[in-house]
């Protein structure tokens, strides 16, 4: 079925699919911000972020300008630090939901062929993603493509004093948007999309629990 620019699977019958619920941890996790914290102001001092006083300006308020700008820096970093673990969860989360979709649609004879690459059209992994998207769940500001490259990126989310800081301000969304792009490309093509209208699911903040 095409409808616009879109390709969908065609599905027999008319009946809405179950699948399993979506598990996702909606907060970072960090348990120590005071470590966090630490880091950002070690990658600032390592990475010489801030540009030294002007001589010409009162030490004692040169310090204390000093000062400020680099805890507005840690700050900066260490709230770009969260928002990446934050990605990474609902990367994790997404993929394993990934997972359980793709073997509730092996066990089910009538889903069972649009997962096949021999057939047109059929769906491959980023349709599940897609699918997502075109549901619009509700992620609290996680964009869904970056949060699944931050996973193929990191097995486990890195402490920040791994990081540079042009990753943590700059390259991040890059980096993620390289990785989901190759993963979506390796199913052979043409992918199309599972019709929104035909799946339901739940989606569980495992964080509230």
């Given at each position: 079925?095409?409808?616009?620019?879109?390709?969908?699977?065609?599905?027999?019958?008319?009946?809405?699919?179950?699948?399993?619920?979506?598990?996702?941890?909606?907060?970072?996790?960090?348990?120590?911000?005071?470590?966090?914290?630490?880091?950002?102001?070690?990658?600032?001092?390592?990475?010489?972020?801030?540009?030294?006083?002007?001589?010409?300006?009162?030490?004692?308020?040169?310090?204390?300008?000093?000062?400020?700008?680099?805890?507005?820096?840690a700050l900066n970093l260490t709230e770009q630090y969260l928002e990446f673990v934050q990605h990474w969860r609902w990367g994790d989360d997404v993929l394993e939901w990934i997972r359980q979709c793709e073997t509730t649609f092996e066990t089910r004879m009538d889903l069972r062929n649009l997962l096949r690459a021999d057939l047109w059209p059929h769906a491959g992994r980023c349709s599940f993603v897609t699918?997502?998207?075109?549901?619009?769940?509700?992620?609290?500001?996680v964009t869904l493509e970056k949060a699944v490259g931050m996973r193929l990126t990191?097995?486990?989310?890195?402490?920040?004093?791994?990081?540079?800081?042009?990753?943590?301000?700059?390259l991040n969304s890059t980096v993620a948007h390289t990785a989901y792009n190759t993963w979506a490309a390796m199913s052979q093509s043409p992918i199309s999309s599972l019709p929104p209208e035909r799946f339901h699911f739940q989606v569980v903040n495992m964080s509230l629990e």
């Open positions: 079925m095409i409808l616009g620019d879109r390709k969908f699977v065609e599905l027999p019958g008319s009946k809405t699919h179950e699948l399993p619920p979506l598990l996702v941890r909606t907060s970072a996790g960090v348990k120590r911000l005071d470590r966090v914290m630490e880091m950002a102001n070690d990658l600032i001092e390592r990475e010489d972020m801030l540009a030294p006083p002007s001589v010409e300006t009162d030490p004692a308020r040169a310090q204390i300008e000093l000062d400020r700008r680099k805890m507005d820096l699918l997502l998207e075109d549901k619009a769940i509700e992620t609290g500001g990191f097995r486990q989310p890195p402490p920040l004093k791994c990081f540079s800081d042009q990753f943590l301000l700059y």
